[in-house]
């Protein structure tokens, strides 16, 4: 089974590393599913920023890999798919797949009318 954001001595089972304290996902499912809705709340946005976050802050980055290379933007919010890419752009460096999915985000936002450019400006 593949090392999905542990380290390699640990046992992997889905993203969590059993040799580990478990990862809270609850936020991810909101956040994925966030364009079925007109605009994602605040509380939904804090949550996916804050996931963001905690990921970040475990050194969690293979796996904050895996999520944003399974994300499928065509179910996000605007919001939610620029709040992944600012939240993630000061550690981008650790992303592997970082300006793949920004470069991605910002052709979706283009391909919805909105001004991609100016809304990722600083950040590709």
Same mark, same amino acid.
């Given at each position: ?7 390699? #001595? ?6 969590? #590393?059993?040799?580990e304290?478990?990862?809270d996902?609850?936020w ?10 007109e605009?994602p709340s ?5 949550s ?12 969690k980055?293979?796996l904050?890999?895996?999520?944003i290379?399974s994300?499928?933007? #065509?179910?996000?919010?605007n919001e939610?798919m ?6 993630s ?6 992303i ?13 936002? #283009?391909?919805?009318?909105k001004n991609?450019?100016?809304l990722?400006?600083?950040?590709v």
């Open positions: 089974m593949p090392d999905i954001g542990g380290t390699s #001595d640990s046992t992997t089972v889905g993203f969590i #590393d059993v040799d304290q478990p990862v996902l609850s991810l499912s909101a956040a994925l599913n966030s364009g079925e809705l605009q605040v509380a939904n946005l804090t996916c920023i804050q996931g963001i976050n905690g990921l970040i802050a475990r050194g980055f293979g904050l890999s895996k999520v290379g994300a499928n933007l #065509d179910g996000m919010s939610t620029l709040a992944f890419v600012r939240s752009f000061p550690v981008r460096n650790r592997s797949n970082w300006k793949r999915f920004a470069r991605d985000v910002q052709a979706e936002l #283009d391909r919805r009318g991609g450019v100016q990722m400006k600083g950040l």
